[in-house]
């Protein structure tokens, strides 16, 4: 009796702890035949001007698993920084969105739309990555300006000399950049005032409540008049209600992303949304 007791109490541990750390090892080991393999997607999700204007789209990558099913990116973008993959996945995810822009081109639609992609602290720190972008964007032939890419908060801890350096060398090409989550993370203001940044996107976090909560309301009027002062456009994500735009548009905010006016759609999905012009609409059905 006492054996199987035992035995009991192992399998219960084996059940309750492994299949997190399971999971875990089977996602890295996945991970890294995700891009020769086919599995990755991008997902697009349409920003919006006040007039509910389609002036462009954040690139959102989802991984296609070939047996676990669609992976958010929240579950397999930091293991990706773990182990580095997300060096070459930044890379395809880049090389992706410009040929995008490159096709677009050819669609009076489409042709205006920009397309903000992610990068990663991990990937921006890579001693090429400059190098890197200016290749990927000038050989596909794609308009520079047309491409923005969104930083986080995360990079200021690192040598802030480097980044300015990083920006300063890429923007001469035309591209444009955010500070992606802004107000999450800790960048003090002197250094947000150093970096050559053109856009601040409001955190989803400030938005969810801005209707009850005034403490919410007012930093996002703070980033809003900040920057202002700064030069930078400001661009808010995770706008689910009108009344939240309606808000954000009060106090001066011009930008809009959030599931108000799309999920993000694939490809297919987002060109038809975009030429039948009934991506204002297509949030109603979601909402
Ligand atoms: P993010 O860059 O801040 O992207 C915004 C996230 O908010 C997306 O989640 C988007 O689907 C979600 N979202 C948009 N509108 C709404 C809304 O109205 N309400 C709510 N609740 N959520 C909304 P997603 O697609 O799951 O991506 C999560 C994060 O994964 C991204 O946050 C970004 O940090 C990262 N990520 C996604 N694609 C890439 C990529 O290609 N490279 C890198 N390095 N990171 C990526
Ligand atoms: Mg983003
Ligand atoms: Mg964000
Ligand atoms: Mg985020």
Redesign the pocket.
Known sequence: AKKSDNLNCIRMYDEALHPAIEMRATLENDLAFALQGNQLRLYF?VQVDEALKAVGA????RWQHPSLGMI???QF?PIAEDTGE?VPI?QW?LEQACQQLRQWAEIPVMNALTLSV???AV?FNQPDFVQMVRDTVLRSGCDPHLVRL?LTESLMVRNVEEIIMKIHALKPLGMTFSL??FGTGQSSLSVLKRLPLDELKID?SFIKDIQHNTYDSFIVETIINMAKNLGQTVIA????LQQQQAILQAKGCRLF???LYSR?LALAEFEAALQAGIVANAASGHA
């Open positions: 999700q954040e690139v959102l990558l958010a990116p929240d973008i997300i930044g995810v992610n990068v990663s990937q969104e992606d989550d989803k994500e995770g706008v689910e992303q959030g599931y993000p």
